[in-house]
């Protein structure tokens, strides 16, 4: 019914540049727009919970940032493409993860980095930061 598919996680050095994407598809993309959905990036290192990094509100609504992450990575959204990026540059090891996308119908802008106010996940994708 919905599919989010992350892609773009690799090994990059520290210091390095990446740039993850996000395409959803599904009938429910269909029937409500994507542009009013919050779109949302999350990670997950090996033993730890899951932790917000950044999100993009619907129709326009603004950004969010985790606070390692501000000056440093930028999400940004293609309606049209129905797709969701995260650019993140000057990598350090800690940004190790899996990194997931996530879609909310009804996010409240002090819900954006909770992981419970998406209704929708995608798979992940590994981000290795390492020399």
């Known amino acids: 019914q919905v599919q989010l598919v992350e892609s773009g996680g690799q090994l990059v050095q520290p210091g390095g540049s990446l740039s993850l994407s996000c395409a959803a598809s599904?009938?429910?993309?269909?029937?409500?727009?994507?542009?009013?959905?919050?779109m949302g990036w999350f990670r997950q290192a090996p033993g730890k919970e899951r932790e917000f990094v950044a999100a993009?509100?619907?129709?326009?609504?603004?950004?969010a940032y985790v606070d390692s992450g501000k000056g440093r990575f930028v999400i940004s959204r293609d309606n049209a493409k129905n797709t969701v990026y995260l650019q993140m540059n000057s990598l350090e090891p800690e940004d190790t993860a899996v990194y997931y996308c996530?879609?909310?119908?009804?996010?409240?802008?002090?819900?954006?980095?909770?992981?419970?106010?998406?209704?929708?996940w995608g798979q992940g994708t590994q981000v290795t930061v390492s020399s």
């Open positions: 996530a879609a909310g119908r009804r996010v409240i802008t002090s819900s954006l980095s909770l992981v419970r106010a998406y209704d929708y």
């Open positions: 599904g009938r429910t993309f269909s029937s409500y727009a994507f542009s009013s959905y919050s």
């Open positions: 993009i509100k619907g129709n326009g609504g603004g950004t």
